[in-house]
């Protein structure tokens, strides 16, 4: 498994961006899948982005597609998420996920994500 740390919530205006980074310790980050999942009180649990272990594949949910951005820093060993034209349905608290193995972006969506981080909390006042 790998050890997740979520950073970067906060409170914003509706129309404004955050970015959020979820940072991976060990070596395995290269080797893994990774996700973005968020949940709101009261809703169910939502798929967000995710991005293949060697960066070349993404996934978006529709209700986030062409607002936010999924990215990943080998260097760092870090994953970023760049949210941008923030809606008050965006207000959730974001977990970061992985999964060791290399899968195609029609798989990220699917996999059994197996690490999980504590949480951010994002929320957006309209």
């Known amino acids: 498994q790998v050890q997740l740390v979520e950073s970067g919530g906060g409170l914003v205006q509706a129309g404004g961006s955050l970015r959020l980074s979820c940072t991976a310790s060990g070596r395995t980050f290269s080797n893994a899948a990774m996700a973005w999942v968020r949940q709101a009180p009261g809703k169910e649990r939502e798929f967000v982005a995710a991005?293949?272990?060697?960066?070349?594949?993404?996934y978006y949910a529709d209700s986030v597609k062409g607002r936010f951005t999924i990215s990943r820093d080998y260097a760092k060993n870090t994953m970023y998420l760049q949210m941008n034209s923030l809606k008050p349905e965006d207000t959730a608290g974001y977990y970061c996920?992985?999964?060791?193995?290399?899968?195609?972006?029609?798989?990220?969506?699917?996999?059994?994500?197996?690490?999980w981080g504590q949480g951010t909390q994002v929320t957006v006042s309209s």
């Open positions: 996920a992985a999964k060791i193995g290399r899968y195609s972006g029609y798989q990220l969506p699917h996999l059994d994500y197996d690490s």
């Open positions: 991005i293949s272990a060697g960066g070349g594949s993404t």
